[in-house]
């Protein structure tokens, strides 16, 4: 039973097509998270939630939108997709308070490669 | 801009020695530092983190070692193993400021060889 799951793995898909990307933990955790690693293998972040709330969301495009049906879930919709969205995508989940509380634990990562 | 780095993105030591990966930060104010693990095709998974009130945290072979004033952490592994063999990611946060995104260096590969 993964504690952050995410799916699809992989995501191969034409320019201008809309696609979603789900993830899913059962860790109980209040914060979940997206970040991007692109081909220069950096990790960044696109956006944070709390309870459902939206918290952060760095600049990111319009074409990206998160949702959050509930504390447990945060998919990724993305619209009219580009070939620079060719990337990793890694969801995450922490705790919001105790001891672990800054320490994010990530999915497997879904590939994302846009022809 | 990057925050943190990682100036090696390799690196290769012989089975039961030391490995040291080094990271480098700009920012002052971050005051929690993780390290986190990557074998190809899973994601990041927590190794071993340092609040910036201390300067070393232990756990088993890992250790990692926090100099505040050259803004600069490593990681130690002793001995090194062949699992070991993976990309390791440093990151920084602000502990103080609730639950803030993870700031990541850009990976340094240990390859531990047998």
């Known amino acids: 039973d993964t504690a952050v799951s995410q799916t699809p793995k992989y995501l191969v898909t034409q320019m201008g097509n809309d696609k979603s990307i789900k993830c899913e933990q059962n860790?109980?955790?209040?914060?979940m998270y997206w970040y991007k690693q692109d081909s220069k293998k950096f990790l960044k972040i696109m956006f944070s939630?709390?309870?459902?709330?939206?918290?952060i969301n760095e600049t990111v495009p319009n074409r990206f939108s998160p949702k959050s049906p509930d504390k447990a879930h945060l998919n990724l919709h993305i619209n009219s997709l580009e070939l620079g969205d060719s990337a990793v995508y890694f969801c995450?989940?922490?705790?919001?308070?105790?001891?672990?509380?800054?320490?994010?634990?990530f999915g497997a990562g879904t590939r994302l490669s846009v022809l | 801009d990057q925050q943190v780095k990682q100036n090696s993105p390799s690196l290769s030591v012989q089975e039961g020695r030391i490995s040291i990966l080094n990271c480098d930060y700009t920012n002052s104010m971050f005051d929690y530092f993780l390290w986190y693990k990557k074998y190809p095709a899973e994601g990041p998974t927590f190794l071993i983190s340092?609040?910036?009130?201390?300067d070393k945290n232990e756990d088993g072979r890992f250790t990692v070692f926090l100099n505040k004033s050259a803004k600069h952490l490593s990681l130690h592994i002793v001995p090194s193993q062949p699992g070991d063999s993976a990309v390791y990611f440093c990151a920084a946060t602000l502990l103080s400021s609730g639950n803030t995104p993870l700031v990541f260096g850009k990976g340094t590969r240990l390859s531990v060889i047998a």
């Open positions: 860790l109980g955790h209040d914060t």
């Open positions: 939630y709390n309870n459902k709330e939206l918290i």
């Open positions: 340092i609040s910036s009130i201390k």
């Open positions: 995450a989940s922490s705790p919001l308070t105790g001891l672990a509380k800054n320490i994010q634990y």
